[in-house]
C-alpha cells in the first residue's frame, strides 16, 4: 500500500501547477471560511462583553431586553420580591448605561458607565492598579483597561475628568475578560454614584444580579420570576440570548453565513474543478495502471490519498495564514474583534472533507469507469 | 517441443449492438510457445488489438477460452485476473503511456510497486532493467527528456522488470522511425526473448519480419492461418 501512496503522492505533487492550484482553491475557502466565523465569533463574544466580565450567576431583567446594551429599567420593588425567593442567597442591582465624558483635554467621549451594588460591589473587576475601596471614595471611577482604555487617554490613577459637569477621578485600573463590542471605554462606579451623576429615568436598576443558594433553586427562581413578570436568565441562557439576537435580528449572522457559504462555494469549485482536470489528465496513466494489473480498490485509495493530502495541506496553510492575519491585525487594531475557536476550525474542516469528498467522488468514478482496453487501444 | 505459453480456442468478440455491431474477431484459435517470438499482422481494424487484449486478460471474449501456461484465465475474479495480468503478462502500450511525472526508473518500478514490494528495493531492480535495454544513465530523469526510441525502451523495461513469462507489444514500431523500429525489436529479440518468455508482437511493419519464429496474419478478425514458421527456427 505504501508504495502506491508514494507513487500517487508524486503524481500529485510533480504536477506543480495543478498542486498549487489545488491548494490555493482550499487555502482560500478555509481562510475565509475562518476569517469569517472568527470575525463573528469574536463579535458574539464582545456583545457579552458584560455578562460575562459580571459574571453574575442569574440576571434578571424586563422580557423585552435583547442585548445586554440596551437596558429597560426594573422598578425597586422587583429587588424585594427577588430577594424575597425562598432559593436566593442574595440579589443586588446593576446599573449600566451611557455617559458622555469630558476629558481633561476638552474631548468629549462617549462611555459604558457601570455601577456596582455600594454594599457587596457585587460583579467588581479585578485591579490591575489601586483599591478596590477606593471607589467609595469621593467622585471615584474605575477606568477599564480594555481595547477602548486609549480612548481615556490612557488614564493613571488620579487622573480627572468631568461627567455632566460632576467631577469624577481615575482610582483604579481595571482589567475584565472581555472586552465590549460598541468601541466606548468601560468605567466601573458605585451603583448610587451612577445615578447621581447619569440623569435616570423613574426606574433605575439596570439589572438584578442574583446568586441562587443552591444550583437547584434556579429552576424555583427563574419560574418565581416570570410569575411577577420579568425574566430571569442564567449567565449562559442571557450570553446565548444576545448571540441570538446578533445572529438572527441582525444582519450580521446573515452576512457571515452567506459569505462563509459563498467561501465554501468557491473552495469547491476551484478545487473541485482542478482535481476534476488533475483526475481527467491522468485517466490514461490511471488506465494503464489497471491494465498492468492495479485493482480498483488500490486506485481509488491512491485519488482519495491525493484529495486527503491536498485538502489537509491546504487546511493547515488556510488555518496558518488566518491565525498569521489576525495576529497582525490585532498588533495595530486593538479593537480588531476576532477570536479561532475550536467550533470554528472543526466547521472549516468538516467543509474541507466535504470539499474533498465530492471531488474524490467525481474522480473515483470516472476512475472506475476507464476500461483498459481503451488505453491498450490508443 | 517447446511448452505452450499461450492456448486460444474459438474466440470471438463483437462490439456494439444491431446496425453497429462489429464482429471484430471472429473464432480465432491459436498456440504461441515459450521460447518464440509471435508476430500478429494484417491490415488496421482486423482485430489485431483485440485479440491481443483478451488473449492478456484486458477484454473479456464472448466467447471462446484463453489458457495461459495451462489454466484459464477468463473463469478468474476481477482481482485475480489483475494480480494475473501482474504477475504473468508485460505489456508495451503502443503509446507507452509513461507517466510524465515520475522519473524514469520510477516508472519502470511500477509493476513492482503495485506487487506490494518495498519502494527502495523496487527502484533498484528498476534500474537493473534500464541497464538492461541500455539507459542506466537517464534512470532520474522525466520520460519527456527521452527520444521516442528510449521511451520504447523504459517501456519494455517496465514491461519486463516483474519478470512476466509472456510480453505483449502492440505495434512497438509505430512512433518510431525505421532504423529505431528495428533495433527496438533486433534488441527484443537478443536480450529479451528467452527460453522461459514467450513475445507476441503485433505489427505491420514488413521490415521486421525477420525477427519473428512464426508470423499469423489476421483478416477482417480471423485468423488466416501461419503466414511464415520457423523463420529463426535454432
Ligand atoms: N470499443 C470498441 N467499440 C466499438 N468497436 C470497436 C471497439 N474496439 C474495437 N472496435 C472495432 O473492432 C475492430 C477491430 O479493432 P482493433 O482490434 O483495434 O483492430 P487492429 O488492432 O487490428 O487495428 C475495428 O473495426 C474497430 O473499429
Ligand atoms: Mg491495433
Not at chain 1, 490519498?305 to 491546504?314: E, H, I, K
Not at chain 2, 527520444?147 to 519494455?156: K, L
Request: glycine residues 8%; aromatic residues 10%; neutral net charge.
Amino acid at each position: 500500500m505504501g508504495g502506491i501512496l508514494h507513487i500517487a503522492y508524486k503524481l500529485l505533487v510533480n504536477d506543480r501547477a495543478k498542486y498549487a492550484a489545488l491548494l490555493l482553491g482550499i487555502t482560500f475557502a478555509v481562510f475565509l471560511m475562518i476569517e469569517m466565523t472568527s470575525l463573528f465569533a469574536g463579535i458574539l463574544t464582545r456583545s457579552s462583553a458584560t455578562v460575562i466580565n459580571i459574571g453574575a450567576s442569574i440576571w434578571v431583567m424586563d422580557p423585552a431586553i435583547q442585548t445586554v446594551a440596551n437596558t429597560i429599567p426594573l422598578p425597586d420593588y422587583v429587588l424585594d420580591e427577588v430577594r424575597s425567593i425562598p432559593g436566593v442567597k442574595y440579589a443586588v442591582p446593576l446599573y449600566s448605561g451611557a455617559a458622555l465624558l469630558k476629558l481633561p483635554d476638552g474631548v468629549y467621549q462617549s462611555a459604558n458607565i457601570i455601577g456596582l451594588d455600594d454594599t457587596s460591589l457585587f460583579g467588581r473587576p479585578t485591579l490591575e492598579n489601586g483599591n478596590i475601596e477606593d471607589i467609595f471614595a469621593e467622585n471615584a471611577f474605575i477606568a477599564v483597561k480594555d481595547s477602548e482604555f486609549y480612548k481615556l487617554e490612557n488614564p493613571k490613577v488620579g487622573a480627572e475628568f468631568e461627567l455632566n459637569d460632576h467631577r469624577g477621578v481615575i482610582v483604579g485600573i481595571a482589567h475584565v475578560a472581555s472586552s465590549g463590542l460598541f468601541g466606548v471605554p468601560t468605567l466601573y462606579t458605585t451603583y448610587n454614584r451612577a445615578l447621581q451623576y447619569i440623569p435616570s429615568t423613574r426606574f433605575t436598576i439596570s439589572y438584578l444580579l442574583v446568586e441562587p443558594k443552591t444550583l437547584a433553586d434556579v429552576a424555583l427562581i427563574k419560574q418565581q420570576v416570570k410569575a411577577a413578570g420579568y425574566l430571569a436568565l442564567t449567565k449562559d441562557e442571557f450570553i446565548q440570548k444576545i448571540s441570538s439576537f446578533y445572529k438572527y435580528q441582525t444582519g450580521v449572522g446573515t452576512n457571515m453565513l452567506i459569505m462563509t457559504v459563498i467561501s465554501f462555494i468557491i473552495g469547491l469549485s476551484i478545487s473541485g474543478q482542478t482535481f476534476y482536470t488533475f483526475v481527467i489528465e491522468n485517466l490514461e496513466k490511471f488506465g494503464a495502471l489497471k491494465a498492468i494489473g492495479a485493482k480498483g480498490r488500490e486506485l481509488i485509495v491512491m485519488i482519495l490519498f491525493q484529495a486527503a493530502f491536498v485538502s489537509l495541506t491546504g487546511y493547515g496553510i488556510g488555518v496558518g495564514l488566518c491565525a498569521l492575519i489576525i495576529w497582525t491585525a490585532r498588533l495595530y487594531l486593538p479593537d480588531y474583534a476576532a477570536i479561532i475557536t475550536f467550533s470554528n476550525l472543526v466547521l472549516a474542516f468538516l467543509m474541507v472533507i466535504v470539499i474533498a469528498a465530492i471531488s474524490s467522488y467525481v474522480g473515483v468514478r470516472k476512475v472506475l469507469r476507464i476500461e483498459p482496453f481503451d488505453i491498450f487501444r490508443g | 517441443m517447446a511448452r505452450t505459453a499461450i492456448e486460444a480456442v474459438g474466440l470471438n468478440k463483437w462490439f456494439g449492438d444491431g446496425e453497429v455491431k462489429t464482429h471484430a474477431v471472429k473464432d480465432v484459435s491459436f498456440e504461441a510457445y515459450l521460447g518464440e517470438i509471435l508476430y500478429v499482422v494484417g491490415p488496421s481494424g482486423s482485430g489485431k488489438t483485440t485479440m491481443l487484449s483478451m488473449i492478456s486478460g484486458i477484454l473479456r471474449p464472448n466467447s471462446g477460452t484463453v489458457k495461459i501456461e495451462g489454466s484459464e484465465i477468463w473463469s478468474l475474479t476481477n482481482d485475480a485476473l489483475a494480480d494475473f495480468r501482474l504477475h504473468k503478462i508485460g505489456f508495451v502500450f503502443q503509446d507507452f503511456h509513461l507517466f510524465p511525472r515520475l522519473t524514469t526508473a520510477e516508472n519502470v518500478a511500477i509493476p513492482l510497486i503495485l506487487q506490494k514490494r518495498a519502494w527502495d528495493e523496487a527502484l533498484k531492480e528498476a534500474e537493473v532493467d534500464l541497464e538492461v535495454v541500455g539507459l542506466k544513465d537517464r534512470a532520474q530523469l522525466p520520460p519527456v527528456k527521452l527520444s521516442g526510441g528510449e521511451q520504447q525502451r523504459v517501456a519494455i523495461a517496465r514491461a519486463i522488470v516483474s519478470r512476466p513469462d509472456i510480453l505483449i507489444l502492440d505495434e512497438p514500431t509505430a512512433s518510431l522511425d525505421g532504423d529505431s523500429g528495428r533495433n527496438i525489436v533486433k534488441f527484443v529479440r537478443e536480450h529479451i526473448l528467452s527460453d522461459q518468455r514467450c513475445i507476441v508482437i503485433v505489427t505491420h511493419d514488413s521490415r521486421i519480419y525477420e525477427f519473428a519464429d512464426r508470423i499469423v496474419k489476421m483478416e477482417d478478425g480471423k485468423m488466416m492461418g501461419i503466414e511464415r514458421e520457423n523463420l529463426n527456427a535454432q
